[in-house]
């Protein structure tokens, strides 16, 4: 899923690279009109966003609800049933609507990005072709953006189905798991083995957030069930 989302959201940043590699860069009157146009951009994008960002959230909903039921097989069916019928709508609106404006924040913030070049060679006097040469990294900068978009998204749509459906038990917490490599952050993996509570999640590197809510985070929220259950 994660591969998915991040190939779509690549086509808006090869957008992004096209509109701007489409005028001439190294005439600065241009650059009011990059920045309106990637605006203009990103105005049409809305739909397209509900409907891309829907089905994959619906999806990460499904996926974990089938890892569920797999771990809640032998236990009884009365919870299953509970597991099946979780009322997520709200987690999946909320999701939603904050993937809808990071999806539109991709031109958005290349906008800016020309707006600010170009201030920077009106008024700090910085040479044309540095310049020039930074606004042509609007594209790959997008680019870079929309895989961190997709990594960090995935993840924390994961939890917060997670956390929906461990509530929902009466769950108050989780147990914080790491993904155990040497690429964890050391503020995670002083966190892993620890329980967390649904309602207090922690601040790390100045950042608050459950596990695999961070960015580029791997980390994944192992929830603690009411042995009732």
Known sequence: MEIR??????????????????????????????ANALNQYASTLHEWAVNTAGRIMMDVALRDQKTWLIYAKD???????????????ATYQQLLDEQVNLIKSLPLESAQRVQNLATKAVIGGGRTKEIVDMVMETGPVAN????????????RAQTSFTQARAEHLGSEGYIWRTSKDTDVRHSHQEMDGKFVRWDSPPT??????????????????????PEDY
Do not use: W
Request: hydrophobic content about 35%; overall charge positive.
């Open 204 to 225: 790390l590197d100045n950042m608050t957030g459950h596990a695999g809510c961070f960015p580029n985070c791997r980390c994944y929220a192992e929830p603690v069930v």
């Open 144 to 155: 870079s953006r929309a895989n961190t978009i997709a990594r960090t998204e995935i993840s």
């Open 5 to 34: 989302y991040s190939q779509q959201l690549r086509k808006i940043a090869f957008y992004i690279d096209t509109i701007v590699k489409g005028f001439d860069l190294n005439n600065l009157d241009n650059y009011p009109i990059i």
């Open 75 to 89: 236990i009884s069916k009365g919870v299953q049933h509970e597991i099946r019928n979780t009322p997520i709508g």
